[in-house]
């Protein structure tokens, strides 16, 4: 089964926002065995679309539309649509409970364009939008199937989860595809490559791997094809299990979990509690914790310690440490982790203290230098990063290393 | 003048990489007049970028094409374009210089199929690459212009900047666009389109606006159309100036600031300092305020205090208060202010206390219901707000909704 990706914006043609869209519904599809064939952005305007539209359906079976669909004057895809497929917008009860509510439970006034939002296309299925106002759309003409969602991502992105992608598997026959993501912290994709490299030469001819990078971690994914689940399903395991001798302690989850879930998890099973003492990861780790739905039972709290003041008067690190071997050092980390730990009185605190960049590196501690310590009952443990030059990345490795640190210590790998 | 852009790679129709190649070529002709129609994405296979090509030759003077240059066998952009122009590869002696030098910088070995990047088109204009081995090819054929470039991001680039954006407008009579981007908080986008709707209904009619909503703010991009630069930019001041009429404490920047930089340049102006106390935002705010370069001037420190004890005992919020108010209230938020300002010595506190959700909502108090506190010299600010269901976007919303609260309070606004 073939399909394309239409994005409408002009937003996207004038370069403001990166369309990751369609990369994410392109992602969605090829995991359900549907092959997406050309991607194409227009701007917000009817020929464009209706071009568009008429170029598309002569090679895909499924069209996805995203964008357009707001209450403000630039959003045409919903005129556009009843004009292609020769209808006309009318008023939806139903989705007009849904756009009542979601202002009702916001205690916010109606305006007469959201009203306007319950209008949808008289010979389309409608698709509910639990995220937003603006409803999906489902339209069918020739075989050709045409689904207009919102482009707000999360919005999308809830649509193809909760009733697109279910829809589609139940009414159309797909290949047997059997996907499964093993998430790895603590080795680079080439080394990881290299260390694997025997695992994968091995692999049979049905099993494709995928190496997905990022600054969290490395995800290996299989995919495996065939007609026999219980085969595949077999093979997988198998696989899994061959992988996991190579890769004993750097594999720390599965699919879509975080690192900070496994850890909250592992907190939870250990009846644990953690507290954090930031300086360069700027209370990022303590984002990431609470991220997580239920961290209230074993996250307790953080001190943000920027300044040398706050380190010393809240932190109680010892000033003439800071003078004598520098804010980004062992002995200050230590401190700053027993100090919270002592402060907050969990059982175990993770302290980080570095250059995050762009500025203040110097030739024997360059920017990227980051100490992390993980404060426990017994004993504190700590080790030295040295990541690049990037701001951003840099907060968000030492904030991954950090607490895949604390995951292997409650595994007691460390 | 019109171009279209085609980008080409099996990992970008499988969603394994976001195409930002194209936001990019989009953002650098728009800046030079060139208004781009179109987009499309196509697999390394050549009908379908036979097909593309032929689409794009009939809407657009310009087509732009990056990827499939490399040296492997899946690269087949430059057979193709070859086939479609019907010429062929020829050796050419100055490109191979490029490639040659290419590895005696890096010292590198030659490979026989880095040779073969030496050969190119026939009939085309060779675009020397200074960051690569594949060089670029400008092709024209019926007054259309065909320009193909490697996929590599930054020899992407480098070879727009050096060569091509150049040559474009030394060839070609560009009209102008200008845009111009104003940044609001504190409107939804329905609310903020009410408001300004006597401006809008009287923009000339060479001026088109954008909505732009997300989490963080609505940004408002105006676009304008003409001859005379001077006049342009003329008319965008004009209408921004009407337009702060209507948005007088709405609008906190243009273009591509952040709040939390907005906000960090204010305290520098005012030479003050801020601190925060942060229960259901778990650390955002800090997050968002130290991944500005330069924010230890102003962002001394924070408390995250997720649970009571923490409250009670690092910011001395009264456990009475707690009992008789719920921590989700404004009784304690003030005190997690008030607290963290004091224990910071900072100039101004923030603090948020609220329900991320998905669970702990009651009728009296549900999900999404956040109070917020900014701490000043002379008093203590608060608001409550009510926001939805998700928590990952309600940690956002509170977030920008308290970083926007600190700015009005710095501006003298509330």
Not at 178 to 200: K, M, N, P, Y
Not at 215 to 225: A, F, G, Q, T
Not at 276 to 283: L, M, P
């Amino acid at each position: 089964m073939t399909a394309e990706i239409i994005t409408i914006g002009d937003e996207i043609l004038i370069g403001q926002i990166i369309d990751s869209n369609s990369a994410w519904i392109s992602e969605q599809l090829n995991l359900i065995g549907v092959n997406v064939r050309q991607k194409s952005s227009v701007g917000d305007d009817k020929n464009h679309i209706i071009n568009a539209l008429d170029e598309a359906s002569k090679r895909a079976q499924l069209i996805f539309i995203t964008g357009g669909l707001g209450p403000t004057k630039d959003d045409i895809t919903k005129s556009t649509l009843c004009e292609y497929f020769n209808t006309k917008l009318v008023f939806n009860e139903d989705i007009y409970k849904d756009v009542e509510g979601f202002f009702v439970i916001r205690k916010l006034p109606m305006l007469e364009s959201n009203r306007m939002q319950a209008e949808v296309s008289e010979n389309c299925e409608v698709i509910r939008n639990f995220k937003g106002t603006a409803p999906g759309m489902w339209f069918e003409k020739n075989g050709v199937q045409y689904i207009s969602m919102p482009g707000v991502p999360f919005e999308m992105k809830a649509m193809m989860e909760d009733s697109i992608l279910p829809l589609i598997k139940l009414r159309f026959k797909l290949p047997f595809i059997l996907h499964r993501t093993i998430l790895t912290h603590g080795l680079g994709e080439s080394f990881l490559a290299q260390r694997i490299e025997e695992w994968e030469n091995n692999l049979p001819n049905n099993l494709r791997l995928a190496y997905l990078p990022s600054p969290e971690h490395v995800r290996l994914r299989m995919s495996i094809y065939g007609d026999d689940e219980i085969q595949l399903q077999k093979a997988l395991d198998e696989q899994e299990a061959k992988l996991k001798t190579y890769l004993s302690k750097e594999i720390y989850g599965f699919e879509k979990q975080t690192l900070e879930e496994v850890v909250g998890n592992l907190l939870k099973v250990n009846k644990a509690t953690v507290s954090t003492a930031e300086s360069c990861t700027g209370g990022n780790i303590s984002h990431l914790l609470t991220s997580v739905s239920g961290s209230s039972e074993y996250y307790k709290g953080s001190v943000i310690a920027y300044s040398n003041e706050v380190k010393t008067n809240v932190l109680q690190v010892k000033l003439n440490d800071i003078e004598s071997h520098g804010v980004v050092s062992e002995e200050v980390v230590i401190q700053m982790a027993e100090g919270v730990r002592k402060l907050m009185q969990t059982d175990y605190a993770i302290a980080t203290s570095g250059i995050a960049g762009p500025n203040g590196g110097t030739n024997e501690k360059p920017v990227g230098t980051t100490w992390i310590a993980i404060a426990g009952k017994k004993k504190t443990w700590t080790k030295k990063f040295v990541y690049a030059n990037d701001r951003n990345i840099n907060i968000q490795r030492a904030s991954y290393s950090a607490l895949d640190s604390l995951r292997r210590i409650l595994l007691d790998y460390i």
